[in-house]
Every structure is written in structure tokens, then in C-alpha cells.
């Protein structure tokens, strides 16, 4: 059911003489008001029903994957009921200078969590203002991807990875992303549309493409005025400006702090549907709680609740539209419902949202920044921390009962394939 809040304005998302919003952002759930400046209130977990011991815990697992060189640091935020329980910067940006992680001001570069957080949030909006109809032909936004079976795919398909595009594939590396954009468009599809699930860069790369095509505007300028702007997210951006790098987690060696590690978005200019957003854990808290808010910002509507539920549903695969849902284990851990959605990137980030526990939990990371001894550690231990920190924080919750048993032990007190 659509509550009776007017949505944010179709001038102002796609006039290119307006100004970004500047309008305060009130606060969720059962939070004070926010200004962007402090987005979510921090609260005692005892007064939104859960444990204080319990989330002390997830200190331990941090400091586990540190000490095991999984990565220099970590920013970690739960939080429920529109409050924060539990906000730490653990380590260092990298394992040279000494500078701490700080979880309200650190950048990291999200990865695939680009996919949620830019693109398939501008599509939620476009849905909304009637601008975009998932199912309707790519090609009607896109005439340019056409030819054969790349006819019959949808809007759907590419957001549920189903669009019969291969995972990725090398593009120019000629520094001009005009050469990047022709040879996405031109990638031959390796299944039949709607057959088949294959995770795809390339999809939503194509994605982020029909997005510009029907704001007449580049993908990080819309999403900057529709989503961060009304939302106060001022450290979330595409192509951090030089200002900035001394915030930011650096990736590889080879990679320039500040630029985006992932191939294909270099590529493309630092501007990509799969890859290239920058953001801090405490921008990132106030974007997953207007999801669990079903899209309210304030007074007004970023998308309608039907918008939320529908992008959020689990489908085939594990998959919702652009969304990542919780088969009960991996990076989401085994304790959240099957309502719980969210996403990983490969630069060693995660952020999980559950409706059902009206819980958030965001871990970044820079694993791909490899050991001080050189090297990358195994991914095991990024995966393992993240996941034991949803359980924790999942195990956390007791709403004035008694407290669930924990695991025997923890993964990263068992360190499986750490070493």
C-alpha cells in the first residue's frame, strides 16, 4: 500500500538546471531527526531490543582478520530501528601510513556494491516515475543493443542476471570510454535470454547505459540529484575528487588511490553500471535504512513501498531485480530471514538489509589491498568476517527474551583456508 507522500519531483531529478536537494532528511524508524551531517542517531542496542555483550564480539572477529593480514582495516555499522548499535573503524587505510579507519569518513571503493547503490537505485526511481518498464525490450531504450536473440531481452533480465551476457570480457584499454560503451554494446550474448542465471558485469554495465539514455544525463550525475542528494550522502561519489584520496582505502598496489579498481569501470571512464562507487559505512547506513523505510526520505518518497518489495523479492538463483537475496549462508551469514537482501563487492565489501529484523549490517574492507607481506590473503578471510559479523549481529537481537545460542565457534575463530 502507497502511503500518501508525494514523491520527489520529475523536474528535479531530470532538469539539468536543478539544484541538488539540500532539504533535511528525517530521521527513520524510531530515530530523531537527521541532516546528513549525522545520518543515523547512535543508540544504546538495549533500547531497540538487542545485547551489548553480544555485539562486543564483533571486535574480536575484526581484529582476527587483521592480525591474520586479511586486510589493513575494516568500518563496521549495525543498525536497527533506524539507530545505530554499533559503529567502528578497526585498523588502518592501508599497511604503510598509520592512518586509522574511521566509519564515518573513510572511503572505500564499494565494487559490485555499485550495482545496488547506483544503478539499480536509479532504476527503482525511473520504475516509479514511470520512465522505465522492466519488461519491456533493451532495445527500446537502447536501439544500438539489438540484432538476433539480444531482441528479446528485457530490463528484468538484465537486473536478475538472466540476460544471456557473459560475466564480463576485456575491453580497449585505448583510455577513451566511448571504445569501452561500443564494445559492451556489441558483447554477443552466451545463452539464451531469460534461460539461464550468470552473474554479469556486462549486464548492468548495459543497465547503467539505459539509464543515461532516458535521463539524457551521465549515470553519476542522476544518481548524485535522485538518490544522494535528498539522502545527505556526501561522501558517496564516482570518481572521487583529488581532495578526497587522503579518506580513501587504496585498492592494488597498481591502482592509484582513488581510482576505481575494477577493470571494466576503468575502462569506462570511473563511471559504470557494475563498478566504480565510492562511499563511507555511514552513507551507506542511511541508503539501507530509506530500503527498510520502503523508500520514504523525509516527507517525501524517493520510490513507492511496492517498488521496494518488488526489486526485493527473491527469485531464481538467489536473485531479486539488481538485488542479491539470503539463501541462509555465505556473506549473509545463517541467522537473517529469508526477507534479508543486500550485496557483496569484490574489493571486499557487504552490506545486508533485513525487513523482517528491520536490521542493517555493512562491513568494508579493503582485502584486495593484500597482506604488508605482500600478496593477496585468501578470500576466505573477508568472507568468513563478514559473515560472522551478520551472525553476530543477528544473534544480537532479543527484544526483551532470551538470547539465542551461539556457534560453538565462529569462523574466524576456526580460520579455515586462512593460511
Not at 516515475?129 to 536501439?143: A, C, F, Q, S
Not at 535522485?226 to 539522502?231: I, K, N
Not at 553500471?273 to 524517493?302: C, E, H, I, P, Y
Not at 526485493?312 to 529469508?338: H, V
Request: glycine letters at 12%; a positive charge.
Amino acid at each position: 500500500m502507497r502511503l500518501s507522500l508525494p514523491f520527489l519531483t520529475v523536474a528535479a531529478l531530470f532538469s539539468s538546471s536543478a539544484a541538488p536537494a539540500s532539504n533535511a532528511v528525517a530521521g527513520a524508524g524510531t530515530g530523531p531527526e537527521r541532516d546528513g551531517r549525522r545520518p543515523l542517531p547512535r543508540v544504546v542496542p538495549e533500547s531497540v531490543g538487542m545485547s551489548s555483550s553480544r555485539l562486543a564480539l564483533i571486535d574480536d572477529v575484526v581484529l582476527s582478520g587483521i592480525r591474520a593480514g586479511g586486510f589493513p582495516g575494516a568500518a563496521v555499522i549495525v543498525a536497527r530501528h533506524g539507530g545505530i548499535v554499533w559503529e567502528r573503524g578497526y585498523g588502518t587505510l592501508d599497511w604503510q601510513s598509520g592512518v586509522a579507519v574511521d566509519a564515518e569518513r573513510t572511503m572505500y571503493d564499494l565494487a559490485s556494491l555499485t550495482k545496488v547503490v547506483a544503478t539499480t537505485a536509479a532504476a527503482m526511481v525511473l520504475v516509479d516515475h514511470r520512465k522505465l518498464r522492466l519488461d519491456e525490450r533493451v532495445r527500446h531504450y537502447l536501439p544500438t543493443f539489438s540484432g538476433g536473440p539480444k531482441d528479446e531481452v528485457t530490463i528484468r533480465d538484465l537486473l536478475m542476471h538472466r540476460s544471456g551476457l557473459p560475466a564480463g570480457r576485456d575491453l580497449p584499454k585505448s583510455g577513451r570510454p566511448e571504445s569501452g560503451r561500443k564494445a559492451v554494446l556489441a558483447t554477443s550474448l552466451v545463452h539464451a535470454p531469460g534461460s539461464e542465471y550468470e552473474y554479469s558485469d556486462i549486464g548492468l554495465d548495459v543497465m547503467g547505459f539505459v539509464i543515461e539514455r532516458i535521463t539524457l544525463r551521465p549515470l553519476d550525475q542522476f544518481v548524485r540529484r535522485a538518490v544522494y542528494a535528498p539522502l545527505g550522502m556526501r561522501s558517496t561519489t564516482f570518481r572521487p575528487a583529488p581532495s578526497l584520496r587522503g579518506r580513501i582505502a587504496p585498492t592494488e598496489a597498481a591502482v592509484a588511490r582513488g581510482d576505481v579498481h575494477d577493470p571494466t569501470a576503468r575502462a569506462l571512464g570511473g563511471v559504470a553500471g557494475n563498478a566504480g562507487l565510492f562511499s563511507t559505512a555511514s552513507d551507506l547506513a542511511v541508503f539501507a535504512q530509506v530500503m527498510l523505510d520502503r523508500g520514504v526520505v523525509g516527507r517525501k518518497r524517493l520510490f513507492a513501498d511496492s517498488t521496494v518489495r518488488a526489486f526485493t523479492k527473491p527469485g531464481p538463483a538467489w536473485r531479486a531485480l539488481g538485488w542479491q537475496t539470503c539463501p541462509g549462508d555465505g556473506s549473509c551469514g545463517q541467522y537473517l530471514s529469508t526477507r534479508a537482501f543486500g550485496h557483496t563487492g569484490f574489493t571486499g565489501t557487504s552490506m545486508w538489509i533485513d525487513p523482517e529484523r528491520d536490521l542493517v549490517v555493512i562491513v568494508l574492507t579493503n582485502w584486495i589491498h593484500g597482506r604488508a607481506s605482500g600478496g593477496v590473503a585468501p578470500v576466505g578471510v573477508v568472507q568468513d568476517v563478514r559473515a560472522d559479523i551478520v551472525d553476530l549481529a543477528a544473534l544480537s537481537i532479543t527484544d526483551g527474551g532470551t538470547e539465542r545460542a551461539l556457534p560453538w565457534r565462529l569462523r574466524s575463530q576456526l580460520q579455515n583456508g586462512w593460511y
